[in-house]
């Protein structure tokens, strides 16, 4: 495969020197972009976009013609694992994703197997491949899955909830239950990694949505046991480069330490921590990625760029901090706005790296 | 007044020396109670219970009949205060509560005022003084409201929100006008609260349910400051007694240290955080309240009475715990769990206490 040209992310994630702070945003590639949304008309539906690697590089590429952003990520949902475990994902109209079939009886849950990537998921895999050929090099492709917990969430409520009474009446009640779910989908989504990185993901992300919703000892437990057996599982080097792995956890400040010590290189913020004292606490053992709150990017140029320059100061000199949305960005945002904060971090973020951060900082 | 005749709440609250640990839960008068729910038919609608004094004295009490709790808590809704600055508070069917007029026009924000609590909120202070004469110093009476912020998420945003895009909006665009309803809606609760104390409320408490969606720099500028503002305004003595003030921030596990510096006597905890590093981080400073997750309360009896107990043993030795949930009660508890969880803190809880405390500190 062609040689990275912008390894600018893959530094940065390692805690290798850089030039500048890398960016990108997740949920990139999505409903603000007009664009977007004529290609996901053409597609029928959000699941025709994922379900077609044409669509997917299309889509995936799309926010990098408007905006000088450090990395793609692949177009795919975080839910195309329990839909090829067969519970039947669908998106009603408005109310986000559901499952036709839900997790609830014991024999369901002790029959659901870990689906084989390189069939059930071929689209994704064929994804992360056209894609690669399709950046040419330019800049990384990162891959992602979701978390074990935060799939098991849709996987026994059926949809998104704002209460998780099933699955956390499973988890006091029937412990065991759950258990057998997130070591199914862990493997699951170790395979499915695994299979994005033999086919061209340069980094990978997991996405823990919903790890913030379970208390401090449940969390540990549900969540974060199953996110250190994927990072132990998951392929660190292919085609003679390292491949870092980044955690998040969407609630996740009071448990950072934690985290930071199941072997991934990055940790993803929300907003509700200051990176700065993020940093502190864990920063001489993982890269740090994140974390305006993507709400900033409703406001004026100006304000985009005052909260965009407070981030890096709060990092402050030296490498390891990946400029992010402390979540992903919201369908309502100007495109116009992207291009402010990602200009701005490249033209903001040099003096705090290389010579001149060796400067300031001796 | 009747003096208190179980101040256990009152003196766990001051740090003093209690016997046992005190419990009440928020919520606690509320859908998951079959009487709760006749008393609402009969009312109409929860709103005719919140306005009618002889309602919300009826509820309030529901729960003390069936379970020993160490507190009342005045029924009624922090959208109140709201209400009565004339925004229009209705209910609409598995919706959530809405407001007619919410808040966007600058007009309207500087025309904005805080209610009289003895006029506009006339019905709220006589169910305190309604509840008070019918506890006849039982236990004491718990009153409370909003916090600033909290409310105007729901006055700017005209109901519920998942993504606070209109508040946040104005908070980055225009934070002259989100502060000028800030300190609007903090004299307002300064003034309720006050109003509420003086009608017989023994200790009070602030939600701040939505704080925990801000930014770790917006939360202290938006919602910290204003609720360190109405803690400076309170009276804390009266008719001889100290009147504690709790302020609860839902999720805010991050900033408890900044919480603790306000100069309330107790800080609630939502259940991401364990208490006993809580109790490490700040409880030489205040009292702690929480923190069960309330889907425990889903569990069997064996489960609710190990993770109570965890909760407990986690706190340790010695006063200035109060035993409650880490946010309300959900309306699908099955009310003889909370039994068995109230039984619970009192059976388990005397060993961390008086002279066995003593005893086992030493």
Known sequence: MTRLKNDTLIRA??????????????????????????????????????KNPGYATEVTLQPLARFELDAAILFSDILTIPDAMGL?????????????????????????????????????????????????????LIGFAGSPYTLACYMVEGGASDDFRTIKTMLYARPDLLHHILEVNARAVTLCLNAQIEAGAQAVMIFDTWGGSLSHAAYREFSLAYLQRIIAGLKREHAGARVPAIVFT??????????????CDGVGLDWSVDIG??????????????????????????????????????????????????????????????????????????????????????
């Open 13 to 50: 994630l390692l805690r290798q020197p850089t030039e500048y702070t890398p960016v990108w945003l997740m949920r990139q590639a999505g409903r603000y972009l007009p664009e977007y949304n004529q290609t996901r008309s053409r597609a029928g539906s959000f699941l025709g976009l994922c």
């Open 88 to 140: 039947g994902l669908y998106f009603a109209e408005g109310e986000g994703p559901k499952f036709e079939r839900p997790l609830r009886e014991e024999w369901e849950i002790r029959d659901l197997a870990a689906p084989d990537p390189g069939v059930e998921l071929r689209y994704v895999i064929d994804a992360v491949g056209e894609i690669r050929r399709a950046l040419a090099g330019s800049v990384p």
């Open 250 to 263: 969407k609630g996740c400040g009071n448990w950072l330490e934690d985290i930071a010590a199941i072997g």
């Open 277 to 362: 004292e993020a940093r502190a606490r864990i920063g001489n053992r993982v890269a740090l990625q994140g974390n305006l709150d993507p709400a900033v990017l409703f406001s004026p140029v100006e304000v985009v760029e005052r909260e965009t320059e407070k981030i890096l100061a709060s990092f402050g000199y030296g490498g390891g901090h990946v400029f992010n949305l402390g979540h992903g960005i919201s369908q309502f945002t100007p495109p116009e706005n992207v291009k402010i904060l990602v200009d701005c971090v490249h033209r903001a973020s040099p003096r705090y790296h290389g010579n001149n951060a060796n400067t300031r900082a001796s």
